[in-house]
């Protein structure tokens, strides 16, 4: 079994998928918590911003390092050490805050803890699977972040069940339990065969790759692409309790379930039908959807078109992610570590700042989590600009 394990690349996919799993249970375990945290540790909207701008911000900062450090540790080390990190940082939730004299000084170093191993995943993932001996890597590729989209479903729904059975007072335990998960995908990724990154393409330098234009685009479309699916997901549950006046079972299943599921499903179509749907076309009219995605959740009166503007927006901004690094991959296929781990750094900063304009917004206006959601259009906006100046010839995409 352990010999078909170290020969099969079918296990370093299904390793992979689970890693996208381990992210989404680090990134949205929290969130789900946010009211739980304001209100047993005292914490204000702005301190509870700040867990997702450190936590967006710490991946960012692993993101840069990862060009430097990851080829000389090889990936195989790497990998399994981001899910050892990840591990530590859900314990880290469970008994830090506890442990310290400030529970938010707890809180904030179980953070960067599971950001660090969320990090290193991020840029590694998507390039470990590239470099499987697969054919149509675009559906591969968008197949493999559906799983972040399924294992946020899977997070809600034991989360909202857990909470039902035995209380919500009782995260604690839930959050050992989850650690499980990376700790047993650590040991899988010691055993499955890891490929050469660059594939047989000469590699470019750093220097050229930074000289490319393209290289820029597809940076400026990972920024918009982070943003505008974690200023929706980072707040939904936050948003359906306070602004739409839901119970937190509803709001938890409706709001952030509902987006995870929807941008899981559009991750699979896309997966599904890639030869059939051109991706700069499929990329745009997300864009436009998500913009009245995010219209429809600011402005709508009646909770029920609140919810269906959340949980639409996770349609909308499904192929976002994967299909830059689809178009990058085959654009600049010399790019390596570096490409993939400076493109993970724009959509971390993406992924900080979006929130961040989202929470920033909502403490200094008098609209709440609406204001804040509402300013967050602009990050669609400009990814359909993006998406506008990128020149494709076949299944070839070679930006500006």
């Known amino acids: 079994m352990i010999e078909k394990i170290r020969k099969d690349y079918g296990h370093t996919i299904y390793a992979s998928y689970i890693g996208y799993i381990t992210q989404a249970v680090g990134n949205n375990f929290a969130p789900l918590l946010f009211l739980t945290f304001a209100g047993s540790f005292g914490l204000s909207l702005e301190k509870i911003t700040v867990l997702t701008v450190v936590n967006f911000l710490t991946q960012l900062f692993v993101d840069i390092m990862s060009a430097f450090f990851v080829d000389r540790l090889g990936y195989r080390a790497s990998i399994v050490s981001a899910h050892f990190f990840s591990a530590a940082g859900l314990l880290g939730l469970a008994i830090l805050p506890f442990a310290f004299s400030s529970a938010y000084a707890g809180l904030l170093t179980s953070v960067v803890l599971y950001a660090v191993g969320n990090g290193v995943i991020e840029v590694l993932i998507s390039p470990i699977v590239e470099s499987c001996p697969t054919t149509k ?16 479903v899977l997070l809600v729904v034991v989360c909202t069940a857990f909470f039902r059975l035995f209380g919500i007072q009782n995260w604690r335990v839930l959050a050992c339990v989850l650690a499980v998960i990376p700790l047993c995908n650590a040991f899988y990724f010691l055993l499955v065969p890891i490929y050469p990154v660059l594939g047989g393409h000469e590699k470019l330098s750093f220097g050229g790759l930074i000289r490319q234009k393209a290289f820029w685009l597809f940076l400026l479309l990972m920024v918009c692409a982070g943003a505008s699916e974690q200023a929706m997901s980072q707040w939904a549950s936050a948003f359906t309790e306070s602004a739409l006046h839901v119970s937190k079972t509803v709001g938890d299943l409706a709001g952030p379930c509902a987006f995870a599921l929807l941008m899981g499903t559009a991750r699979a179509i896309y997966g599904k039908f ?23 959740a600011a402005l709508a009166d009646l909770p029920a078109l609140g919810l269906l503007g959340c949980g639409l927006c996770g349609f909308s901004v499904g192929i976002f992610w994967p ?8 654009a600049l296929p010399g790019g390596g570590t570096a490409m993939f781990a400076l493109m993970a750094l724009a959509g971390d900063l993406g992924c900080s700042s979006g929130p961040a304009l989202v929470g920033l917004v909502a403490g200094g206006s008098g609209g709440g989590l609406k204001s804040g959601l509402l300013a967050a259009l602009v990050f ?9 100046f990128i020149k494709g010839r076949k299944r070839r995409y070679d930006g500006i």
């Not at 890597?137 to 946020?152: D, I, N, Q, V």
């Not at 299909?323 to 085959?330: K, N, P, R």
């Not at 990814?383 to 506008?388: D, F, K, R, T």
């Open 380 to 388: 669609p906006v400009v990814m359909l600009v993006g998406v506008s």
């Open 274 to 296: 890639s030869e059939r749907l051109p991706l700069k076309k499929f990329m745009a009219g997300s864009a436009l959807l998500c913009i009245g995605c995010y219209v429809l």
């Open 323 to 330: 299909g830059t690094f689809s178009m990058a991959a085959q």
């Open 137 to 152: 890597k675009e559906a591969a590729m968008s197949l493999l972040h559906s799983f972040y989209c399924w294992g946020h």
